[in-house]
């Protein structure tokens, strides 16, 4: 894979890029906001590392601009900071996956390589929800009168509900889906975005269904 490092702490951007270079991938490394932005904009790669606290430009701002393109490249924050409301703002901004400083490498690349299994097993680009449609490079779910705003991370936990389709899909698996593997996150958040996202698609036919002991699953039609 092409990899685009963004870590403005330069032993840990040089220990990264040679472990990741080690593995087979090539790496693009910066270390400022600012060109991290201009260098994605204009340059391809397959999955983004990104540091949130840097100069220019923080990787918060760095991601929303990202997102706001509907550039769904995979991304992995990395973050000195461990409160949790920090952790939520970044998946919210669009990121897929998190790890909090200090970490041990070897669980970045294990990351690194669970987003790669993700990216080879979609080859769907949207999927038939009764009268809605859910595209899913980048996410956005439409009807026959437009597109629909729907926040990202619900739109996430709707395509996780699609594969496989009608089948049950449980609070982990979905908390997974919306907040990245191996995220501490409770499964009651879950519930939320569930509730939320009923209410969006009742209007539309559109259903989910609790399947007791097993999760959650889609039902189109009456």
């Given at each position: 894979m092409?990899?685009t490092?963004?870590?403005?702490?330069?032993?840990?951007?040089k220990?990264l890029?040679y472990r990741?270079e080690?593995?087979?991938h090539?790496?693009?490394?910066?270390?400022?906001?600012?060109?991290?932005?201009?260098?994605?904009?204009h340059?391809?790669s397959d999955?983004v590392?990104?540091?949130?606290n840097?100069?220019?430009?923080s990787?918060?701002?760095?991601?929303r601009a990202?997102r706001?393109r509907?550039?769904?490249?995979p991304?992995?924050?990395?973050?000195?900071r461990?409160?949790?409301?920090?952790?939520?703002?970044g998946l919210?901004?669009g990121a897929d996956?998190?790890l909090?400083?200090p970490?041990?490498?070897?669980?970045?690349l294990?990351?690194?390589?669970a987003?790669?299994?993700r990216?080879?097993?979609?080859?769907?680009?949207?999927v038939?929800?009764?009268p809605l449609?859910?595209e899913?490079?980048p996410?956005?779910?439409?009807?026959?009168?437009?597109p629909?705003?729907?926040?990202?991370r619900e739109?996430?936990l709707?395509?996780?509900?699609?594969?496989?389709?009608?089948?049950a899909?449980?609070?982990?698996?979905?908390?997974d889906?919306?907040?990245?593997?191996?995220?501490?996150?409770?499964?009651?958040v879950i519930?939320?975005?569930?509730?939320r996202?009923?209410?969006r698609?009742?209007?539309?036919g559109?259903?989910?269904?609790?399947r007791?002991?097993?999760g959650?699953a889609?039902?189109?039609?009456p």
């Open positions: 092409r990899i490092l963004i870590e403005d702490t330069e032993s840990l951007r220990g890029t990741l080690d593995e087979g090539v790496v693009d490394a910066l270390a400022d906001g600012l060109d991290a932005d201009d260098f994605l904009r340059e391809r999955l590392i990104l540091d949130i840097l100069p220019g430009q990787g918060l701002e760095v991601l990202l706001r509907a550039d769904p490249r991304v992995i924050l990395l973050t000195a461990g409160e949790t409301e920090d952790r939520v703002a919210d901004a996956d998190y909090v400083k970490f041990a490498i070897d669980e970045l294990a990351r690194v390589r987003l790669a299994r990216g080879t097993q979609a080859p769907t680009r949207s038939a929800l009764g449609v859910l899913l490079e996410l956005q779910l439409s009807s026959e009168a437009g629909l705003d729907v926040p990202r739109l996430m709707l395509a996780a509900l699609t594969r496989p389709p009608g089948s899909v449980s609070k982990g698996q979905l908390l889906a919306v907040y990245g593997t191996g995220t501490d996150a409770d499964e009651k519930e939320v975005y569930v509730s996202l009923r209410k698609l009742r209007p539309h559109v259903s989910i269904t609790v007791r002991g097993i959650y889609l039902e189109t039609g």
